[in-house]
């Protein structure tokens, strides 16, 4: 099944739980890019700002074209999540530059299917990845994440625990869109797409100084160190603990119980 059209979930309409039959065979689907929305956030094929949504075995799909590397005005949302306490079991997230708006709140995201070419996960949330596939379907350069942090005092960060990063192109692994973006992999599978350096400071001198950039215990033929950014860390059992399970999001306390 497919539904061609926008879907907006207002804050006060939640909870919310979005079932599919397979992320394969059930997909919203819109085609709108940001030169023609007016802004990056206005081109999200799926908008979900109340808190407790839930979606599973489905698809997220922006359908604006492919743009060219560097290409100003194109970026187009699959879908854009700024509610709390947010969780996507088996789901598929399909674009090419911002396909996953990971905006705003704690997020959870299980056996999920996510693909694009630059930023394809970005936003400032506070969010868990577990057992997800991150694809680069890029030409040449790209990049997996841009976090958004802002402030020391803030929770927010994406962690990537037993993910798989593959595909095309030339990626690194986040860049620091906000001054104190934290990203960290955990047990992660790395294909031979990543970097030297892996990370990026966003061209702004300074940033390298305040960003929480690492990695733990990753694998593959992309997870060699040599070359990687001085100022990203191979993290400690002590520096990963906070990053490792759903405590990072507080799940145990919202996340539904039993199998989803």
């Given amino acids: ?18 079932q599919g039959s397979g992320a394969r065979k059930t997909k919203i689907t819109y ?15 799926v908008s979900v700002k109340s808190d407790y949504f839930i979606a599973k075995d489905i698809s997220f799909e922006n359908s604006s074209p492919s743009p060219d590397p560097g290409a100003v005005g194109k970026q ?6 700024s509610g ?4 996507f079991y088996r789901c598929g997230f399909l674009r090419y530059q911002d396909t ?10 299980k056996d999920c299917y996510i693909r694009g070419t630059i930023d394809f996960i ?29 402030s020391k005092s803030e929770d927010t960060g994406y962690s990537f625990v037993n993910c798989k990063v593959k595909g095309t192109g ?9 001054p104190y973006s934290r990203v960290v992999f955990i047990r992660t599978y790395f294909a031979d797409i990543i970097r030297a350096e892996g990370w990026y400071n966003w061209g702004i001198p300074g940033r390298e ?17 040599k070359g990687r950014e001085v100022w990203s860390y191979e993290l400690s059992d002590k520096q990963v603990k906070p990053f490792l399970t759903v405590d990072w999001i507080d799940g145990k306390d919202w996340l539904p119980k039993g199998k989803q």
Wanted: aromatic residues 14%; proline residues 3%; contains cysteine.
């Fill in 1 to 18: 099944m497919v539904c061609r059209e926008r879907v907006k979930i207002p804050q006060e309409k939640g909870p919310i739980t979005l």
């Fill in 84 to 87: 709390d306490k947010a969780a």
């Fill in 100 to 109: 996953l708006y990971d905006r705003y709140g704690r997020h959870y995201f």
């Fill in 170 to 178: 030339y990626l690194y692994l986040s860049r620091a869109w906000g």
């Fill in 76 to 81: 187009a949302v699959a879908l854009e999540i």
């Fill in 31 to 45: 085609n709108l890019d940001a030169d023609k929305a007016g802004g990056t956030l206005k081109s999200a094929s």
């Fill in 209 to 225: 100084n305040t960003v929480f950039y690492g990695d733990y215990k990753c694998f593959g033929p992309g997870a060699n160190r």
């Fill in 122 to 150: 970005f936003g400032n949330g506070q969010s868990y990845y577990e057992d997800c596939t991150l694809e680069s379907v890029a030409k040449t350069f790209g990049s997996l994440a841009a976090q958004k942090r802002l």
